[in-house]
Structure formats: C-alpha cells, structure tokens
C-alpha cells in the first residue's frame, strides 16, 4: 500500500476509534511510524485528510445508492440497500457522529457536502420510485421527496443523537443497527401488505444482526 493510502487508511481508523477531533497529524504520523515531514508531503494538514476521506465516502455512498438497472428480487434488493446504510454509517462513523463540526470549519468541504447529498436525494427518490413500482410502498409521487428527507435526515444525524442523549455512549455495531431499525420503523406506515412482509423480515435479520454483537 502506497504511503498516502496508508495515512488514509489508519486516519480513518483513528478518527473512529479515538475522534477526529482529538486526532493530530502528529498521532498519525506516530501511529504509521513515519516522520511528520513525510506524512506534510502528501497531505498539508489534518482537514486535508479528512478531504481525502469525504471524496473515498462519496464515491461509496453515490455507489450504493444508485437505482439498480433490471429486474431485481425485491427482498435483496431491499437488504442491499440496508445493508449499504450499515456499511457506510460504521466504516465512516466519526464523519456521521460530528458532521456540523466538520462542515462549519471547512466551507470547501460543506460545498461539496451538500452537492452530493443532492445528488444522494435525487437517487434515492428513483429507488423509492422503484419499490412503489415493486408494490412494496404505496406513495403518491409527491410524497418521495418527503420520505426521502426523513430517512436522510434519520441516517446523518443518528449517531450524533445517540451520543447526546447519554454522556456514556459509545458507538458501536449495535448503535448503528439501532439506526436501521428505526428507519425501517418509519417506513413501515406506507408499506404495502407485501412491503410489510418484506420489511418484517429485514427488522428480524437486524435483530440477529444485533444479538450476535452482544
């Protein structure tokens, strides 16, 4: 792995476990056993990795959660999709615990931000486009975009939530599971018959998902 993939990589993993904001370049640099200079080499400071960082989430993020083209089995298209909302909260959790912090010290970053949530939005309302055509949800067109705003607004502000309502809390699988399964919970009233089945099977393997991580 090339160096400035290495500093990616284990800035990442700090910033989940210890905080970006209580993360140095220097702790990096101690952590990769490198000399700040040659860590100065490839990224000027600290925000300039959190860049690097934002651009690999979304890449990922846009990735998932485009419409998936052709004809799909609607239960894993489903669990795809939850499983992606999974994926992206835990591997990048330290940007969805302190995101406002983030995005207020770095006008460039929040630009960018707000252009792919945009364009996150807009994907997101022809995949629940999709489920109606599925029969899964029974939404009026103009009603997308309000659900959309919901589970987008549930998914970046969970873990902040969680971590406000108890000074202890630690984020964990668990936490993040939690998450899903209020997502789910807000779906639920505007399922179909056949979209609650579906939807009560995924709520289940959430819930195996959780016990297995206590």
């Known amino acids: 792995m090339k160096t400035r993939d290495r500093i990616v990589h284990t800035a990442l993993e700090m910033f989940n476990s210890d905080g ?3 993360v140095t370049t220097n702790h990096i640099s101690s952590q990769l056993e490198i000399s700040p200079g040659n860590l100065y080499y490839h990224f000027r400071n600290k925000q300039e990795i959190v860049r690097e960082i934002f651009s690999l989430y979304s890449k990922e993020l846009i990735e998932r959660f485009s419409p998936v083209q052709g004809q799909q089995e609607s239960l894993g ?3 795809h999709y939850l499983d992606s909302i999974f994926t992206l909260m835990w591997k990048y959790r330290f940007f969805y615990a302190n995101l406002p912090e983030i995005l207020q010290r770095d006008p460039e970053l929040h630009t960018d931000y707000i252009n792919v949530q945009d364009r996150l939005q ?3 309302i022809n995949i629940l ?4 055509d599925m029969n899964l949800l029974a939404l ?3 009603e997308l975009k309000s659900l959309v705003v919901t589970l987008h607004l549930m998914a970046v502000s969970w873990l902040s939530y969680r971590s406000a309502m108890s000074p202890k809390t630690r984020i964990t699988e668990e ?3 939690q998450g899903m399964l209020q997502m789910i919970n ?3 009233p505007l399922a179909t018959e056949k979209g609650s089945e579906q939807l009560a099977l995924l709520e289940d393997g959430v819930k195996m998902m ?3 991580t206590i």
């Open 175 to 177: 936490v993040v599971q």
């Open 129 to 132: 486009k999709a489920f109606v």
């Open 122 to 124: 807009g994907n997101l």
């Open 20 to 22: 970006e904001r209580n």
């Open 210 to 212: 959780k016990s297995s």
């Open 140 to 142: 009026k067109e103009k």
């Open 186 to 188: 807000a779906v639920k």
């Open 77 to 79: 298209l489903l669990k």
